[in-house]
């Protein structure tokens, strides 16, 4: 495999995670692409940009292999993604209008791909098609505690985006050297997102080689970067003034930070899907908090992101408390109670909490 790389990636060859897949599974992947196929891509609901690069990458990667290829989001997702290349192609499903034609993808696929999500309740109504497709299903992911769904798992919690394991997917089936600035500017997108620009503890060394390589191929990282986070309409601007001015709420004692927003606030902000991406990472960045929590009333329900540092683990509290998951560090979740009502239990949940919450306190913040 090694020998496909070029000389600038010789030393990120030897970094590849061999094990993602054993020899024998990467041989029946590769025989099933060996001929043209039908196949489905699919991400989690209201996509990020790990979620839409990583299928968009897999998408331009596996139609230069001469497969017919559809991307079918469960969801709308932010416009700031509308750049990526290949997003006009992509179908997304609009929730509570069935659709003959999406349901069809799935069940005429030969292949699912299921990528950065890796539980079905994921993707909502798609979950059914997905689960009852005779097609063979491969998830590409990096949460924690998989399920059992799909025929083979490209799974490595280690990974600091979906992805990377998108690259190391293509790498090690030895095509390395198809990786065209297409799939080299999807991949940057969510390899930069997912890591927080470069700064969450799942930046390392690998991370750094593998985007030094999507660099070689040719991508502007700064004009990557102005099209996710310069491109702010005015109306999210306003909202997130609004927000950190009236609606961030610290709890010293807890370490918690938490912004509540409801249906009306969203609806006279005028606040569209992908404004309040990253408004959880202000509640986290007050000083000396672990936990920092959104609540947003949606349409059909009230929905929670958490971000917390070091040893306290979102990934269990967003399961515990919260039908959710993700990360130790990042995770969601969702509640069927009224905004108000989830607050009181969030609080509830995180009182429950609080000694996990202080020695997370002092192990981080006191040992730098
Ligand atoms: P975000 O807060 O940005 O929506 O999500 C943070 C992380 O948690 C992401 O990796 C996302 O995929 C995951 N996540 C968000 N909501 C849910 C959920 O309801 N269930 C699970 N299992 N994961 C979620
Ligand atoms: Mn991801």
Redesign the pocket.
């Known amino acids: 495999m090694s020998k496909l790389l070029t000389a600038e990636s010789q030393e990120l060859s030897e970094l590849l995670p061999y094990n993602l897949l054993s020899k024998g599974e990467l041989k029946e992947i590769a025989s099933l692409l060996e001929f043209p196929k039908r196949i489905a891509i699919t991400t ?1 609901h ?1 996509p ?1 940009a790990d979620a839409l690069g990583s299928s968009l990458a897999l998408y331009w990667y596996l139609r230069q292999k001469g497969h017919d290829v559809t991307v079918v989001t469960p969801s709308d997702y932010p416009a700031f993604l509308n750049w990526m290349p290949g997003q006009p192609s992509v179908i997304a499903y609009d929730h509570g209008k069935p659709s003959e034609k999406i349901k069809n993808i799935f069940s005429d696929a030969d292949i699912i791909f299921c990528l ?2 890796n ?1 079905l ?2 993707i909502f109504d798609l979950g059914d098609w997905v689960a009852g497709s005779r097609a063979v299903k491969i998830m590409i992911d990096h ?1 924690l505690q998989p399920e059992d769904f799909a025929s083979f798992n490209v799974w490595n919690t280690q990974a600091a985006a979906t992805a990377e394991l998108v690259f190391y997917f293509i790498t090690l089936l030895g095509d390395h050297h198809l990786i065209t600035l297409e799939i080299a500017q999807c991949l940057y997108a969510g390899i930069l997102t997912d890591t927080g620009s470069f700064r969450h503890p799942s930046t390392n060394r690998t991370v750094h080689l593998i985007v030094a390589d999507l660099l070689r191929i040719g991508v502007n990282p700064s004009k990557i970067h102005k099209q996710i986070y310069d491109n702010n309409n005015l109306s999210r601007l306003r909202f997130l003034g609004f927000v950190l001015k009236d609606k961030l709420i610290v709890d010293k004692e807890l370490h918690t930070a938490i912004i509540s927003i409801s249906k009306e606030e969203i609806a006279e902000y005028q606040v569209d899907t992908g404004d309040t ?1 990253g408004v ?1 990472n202000y509640a986290l960045s007050v000083k000396g908090i672990v936990l920092g929590v959104v609540v947003i009333e949606r349409k059909d329900m009230v929905k929670l ?2 971000r917390s540092v070091g040893n306290f683990d979102v990934n269990t509290f ?1 399961r515990q408390y919260f ?5 130790k560090n ?5 509640s069927e109670k009224s905004i108000n009502d989830t607050v009181e239990y969030l609080m509830q949940s995180i009182k429950q909490n609080k000694n996990n919450l202080a020695e997370a306190y002092d192990s981080y913040f006191k040992t730098l």
């Open positions: 989690h209201k990020d950065d999500f539980s309740k994921r949460h991406e959880v992101s958490f967003a039908e959710g998951g993700g990360h990042a995770s969601g979740g969702k």
